[in-house]
């Protein structure tokens, strides 16, 4: 791991998961109370359900940048990077699959409380993600490092010959008017 500065997105991502934990609980609470009253308990576990998986799979993505960012600064940061967000993406489809496929034909299962709850969580999450992105500042270029010195600024090493000592006849690519 890497001692270096962490990555300018990091706060961005942390505050979006917090306020997705936030809103979790609201929507779980909201889902469960209208899945009750519409379907009684199994509207309750569905409304419960659809709000989790909303909220978990949301949290997949966040959470496997801030863990690919820990390794910010080594050699093959972008090779993790890409390994970890894509492991997480992949994970996210096998979960839904396997999800959609064991919940499916549950007899405690309210199909429509379900889909709506999931739907409210996801649109809930894109707002919260939209609305975090929108506020945060983020410089247009983050975490770079510019040259200190630049190339023209360094005296040749011995034996090497200055570009302004060479014959006009020479082709250096720039013209000597």
Do not use: C
Not at 6 to 22: E, F, K, N, Q, Y
Not at 30 to 35: D, E, L, Q, T, Y
Not at 36 to 43: C, Q, S
Not at 138 to 163: F, I, K, Q
């Amino acid at each position: 791991m890497s001692s270096a500065s962490p990555v300018t997105s990091t706060p961005i991502l942390r505050t979006a998961l917090i306020a997705s934990g936030v809103a979790a609980v609201v929507l779980a609470a909201v889902a469960a109370v209208i899945g009750g009253v519409l379907k009684g308990a199994p509207g309750v576990w569905s409304g419960l359900i659809g709000a989790l998986i909303a909220v978990v799979f949301g949290a997949i993505t966040a959470g496997s940048i801030l863990i690919a960012n820990r390794w910010f600064g080594q050699e093959l940061y972008v090779q993790l990077f890409f390994a970890i967000v894509m492991g997480g993406w992949f994970l996210k489809l096998g979960l839904f699959v396997v999800l959609i496929l064991v919940l499916r034909g549950q007899p405690w299962l309210e199909p429509v409380v379900f889909f709506w709850s999931l739907l409210a969580g996801v649109l809930v999450s894109l707002a919260i993600d939209g609305v975090v992105f929108l506020k945060m500042r983020l410089p247009h270029v983050s975490d770079t490092s510019l040259p200190t010195v630049a190339p023209d600024d360094v005296a040749p090493a011995a034996g090497e010959r200055n570009p302004s000592d060479r014959g006009h006849d020479a082709d250096s690519g720039n013209s000597h008017v």
